[in-house]
């Protein structure tokens, strides 16, 4: 009987937008950026202590074009040009197949931009950004 590695691929992951599985998505990435600023005292030329500022969360996601879906607008993910006022926060989530943990966690993101590329003898392949409220990882969940 073989035992199973510890180490999370790709393969063994689901991205969930919305709350249903997003089966067009190839790859995802995401950046937690804890910003920190060194604060001086007067007369000082080296700090006395780092504090944090802000956090923000941003990430992008690489999914392939299927044809009449509507794209992102037509799946709910984003609103259309004549519509961004009326663009609702979405929720994405990266699951573990396997153990079934939550690998990332964000409720509130909005889509930032998206980006496609056709190739003349390949797929359409496209990625679109994200930006949230905040995240929690699998320790958090």
């Known amino acids: ?3 199973q590695s510890k180490t999370v691929v790709g393969a063994g992951l689901k991205i969930y937008i919305n709350n249903r599985p997003f089966g067009i ?6 950046v937690s950026n804890n910003s920190k600023e060194e604060v001086f005292g007067v007369d000082q030329l080296t700090p006395f202590e780092i504090e944090p500022t802000r956090n923000s969360i941003s990430g992008s996601i690489e999914c392939t074009k299927v044809r009449n879906d509507g794209g992102l607008e037509g799946r709910g993910i984003t609103a259309s040009d ?4 009326l663009e609702k926060y979405i929720s994405i989530y990266v699951v573990d197949r396997l153990s079934g943990a939550v690998i990332f966690k964000c409720q509130n993101a909005l889509v930032t931009n998206q980006k496609w590329r056709v190739d003349g003898r390949g797929m359409v392949k496209g990625s679109f ?3 949230g409220l905040n995240w929690t990882g699998e320790s958090e969940v």
Do not use: Q, V
Not at 25 to 30: C, L, P, R, S
Not at 82 to 85: F, K, S
């Open 1 to 3: 009987m073989g035992s």
């Open 25 to 30: 998505g190839t790859a995802i990435e995401w």
């Open 82 to 85: 004549t519509n961004t006022l």
């Open 129 to 131: 950004g994200f930006s």
